[in-house]
Every structure is written in structure tokens, then in C-alpha cells.
């Protein structure tokens, strides 16, 4: 009679235990991360450029960024950096910066990358994939269209045709009512 009240209060606590470490596993994993959606701040950044140049996204407050999150492998990525480099030369002077975050790929296989599709625009490097991570990215690509103000106004996962990208960049530039 004893050993079974033992067994039954042993097994309680085990459970009780097994309970408190799924609980504590669980908001460690899902519970502590913020999703990044349309209203929310930007989280500020700082990586560097394939030549070292350091940039910081809060920097760039005032302007409208076009933060696109890519890879050298990623084929949609690759169909959209022309589209980009487009209306980057129409945009630039107008107040809207384009920052496309490459994702843990080598300084080296990225210059090669820009040199191949005469990109126009800053490239920084997010070899650790910190930024990537802080933004909750999946898929490639996706990019963060973030007003003036530090605001993100929207974001748009997956290829955008030059039509979109043009009108994205309208969207975020300064003097326009961007949410």
C-alpha cells in the first residue's frame, strides 16, 4: 500500500516536471519572438557591405528603405536584383535607399554576384544570419518596405515583378502617406 501512495506521488511530480520543462521549452522557442509585421518598428541593424562599409538601418531614418532579404542561389532573388537596380536609379534621389541583406553567404560569392548583375545598391552581409533571424525571414526572397518614420509599411514574401517593386517604392518614399 505504501509503495503504490509512493509510485503515484513519484509519478505526480515527474509529470509535474515534465510539464514545466515543455512549458519553459516552448515560450524559449515560440513565445519570446516578436514577429515583424506591417505597423511594427523596424529593428535597427548594423552589418557591413562586401568592401567593409558599415552600415546602420536607424542611419536611415527619413528615407524610405527597401529592405529585401536574399541569396546568390535563391533563382527568384536573381530575377528581381534587375528590376531593383531599375528603380533604384529612379528612386534614389527621391529619398528611397534599397538594403539587400545577402544571408550567410561568403563576401567573395557575393561581390562575384553584384558584379554579374551591376547592382547599384548597398549589399550588406549577414553572415551570421542575426538580421535575419531579429526579422523572422522565410522564404527567400522577402522585403520590408520601411517608411520614413522607421515603420514597416509592408511585407511582401516571395518575387516581385518591376511594376511591383516600382509601386512598393512609391509606397515608402518621403512625403507620401505610408501608414
Request: charged share 20%.
Amino acid at each position: 500500500m505504501k509503495k503504490k501512495r509512493r509510485l503515484f506521488i513519484r509519478t505526480g511530480i515527474l509529470l509535474v516536471l515534465i510539464c514545466a520543462l515543455g512549458y519553459t521549452i516552448y515560450n524559449a522557442v515560440f513565445a519570446g519572438k516578436e514577429s515583424i509585421s506591417e505597423g511594427s518598428d523596424a529593428p535597427n541593424f548594423v552589418l557591413e557591405d562586401t568592401n567593409g562599409k558599415r552600415i546602420e538601418l536607424s542611419d536611415l531614418k527619413g528615407k524610405g528603405v527597401f529592405l529585401n532579404f536574399w541569396g546568390t542561389w535563391c533563382e527568384p532573388c536573381k530575377k528581381e536584383f534587375p528590376y531593383m537596380a531599375n528603380q533604384y536609379k529612379h528612386f534614389k534621389s527621391q529619398g528611397v535607399e534599397i538594403v539587400a541583406v545577402n544571408v550567410g553567404e561568403s563576401k567573395i560569392a557575393v561581390h562575384n554576384f553584384m558584379k554579374s548583375y551591376g547592382v547599384n545598391f548597398p549589399v550588406v552581409l549577414d553572415t551570421d544570419r542575426q538580421v535575419l533571424d531579429a526579422y523572422d525571414v522565410s522564404p527567400l526572397p522577402t522585403t520590408f518596405l520601411i517608411n520614413p518614420e522607421g515603420k514597416v509599411v509592408k511585407v511582401v514574401t516571395g518575387t516581385m515583378t518591376e511594376s511591383m517593386i516600382h509601386d512598393y517604392m512609391n509606397l515608402i518614399k518621403p512625403g507620401e502617406t505610408s501608414g
